[in-house]
């Protein structure tokens, strides 16, 4: 397989399972976490599942190669083996993460990494190559960082059709303005943004945000001018996808 992995998605499932003739202090716990690593030649999931007996934990792991179809069909199938067992709590949280690539003839690199719990997704991001100073962060609208200026991406990504602003401002923004974060004097820069407006792949599509783009500016979103906060050059792109 092929080293260059170019998406590691990450599905933890943790079940916790109570045996209806268990006392409750005597539950029995399972932990059945999946990773998923899809590369050009295909794609290879990790199940690893943990089961404490008697206090100890005893773990299992079960590898699964094929293409990216035939493993998301097998993980699918092991994991739907709990669903409709009411005495299976269920606690699902997703990771997607992934880099940003330069655009626009810069250097600027990153990487990204978007979690979901309980339904918050949280964003977190580590940006470098950056002059130092102010830069505007977005969420636009199409995952295509294939042109060098990242237009390709289209605009903000705005489904609930509102004008560009601050984000939660009263006055409407987008579900792609995320804002501005600082770079210190060695280019580095720093994002964390979390909100429960936002999912990873659930079937409403003012929340979905997986099929859009991370992009970042050379300059700074003024959270006013439309369409986009004047923000310059769109000098850091990747697409969201699973
Ligand atoms: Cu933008
Ligand atoms: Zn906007």
Known sequence: M??????????????TLACQNTPKNEAQEKKVEVKVEKTDEGSKAEITTTKWVDGEAVEEVQVIEGTHKEVMKKVASLT?????????????????????????????????????EEGKVTL??????????????????????????????RGHWNPTFQ????????????KGDIGNFEADNEGNGEVTFST????????????????KAIIVHQGTDDLTSQPSGAAGARISCAGIIQ
């Open 2 to 15: 092929k080293k260059n992995t170019y998406l590691i998605a990450v599905l933890l499932l943790s079940l």
């Open 80 to 116: 739907a083996e709990s669903e409709g067992n009411e005495n299976v709590i269920r606690k699902t949280k997703k990771k997607l993460q992934f880099n940003l690539n330069p655009k626009s003839d810069t250097q600027t690199t990153g990487k990204v990494l978007f979690t979901e």
């Open 124 to 153: 977190q991001a580590t940006i470098s190559g950056l002059t130092e100073g102010t830069h505007a962060i977005h969420i636009h609208e199409k995952a295509d960082c294939s042109s060098p200026d990242g237009k390709s991406t």
């Open 163 to 174: 004008p560009h602003g601050a984000w939660g401002s009263s006055e409407g923004y987008h």
């Open 196 to 211: 429960d407006q936002w999912c990873l792949g659930c079937d409403d599509e003012t929340k979905n945000v997986l099929g």
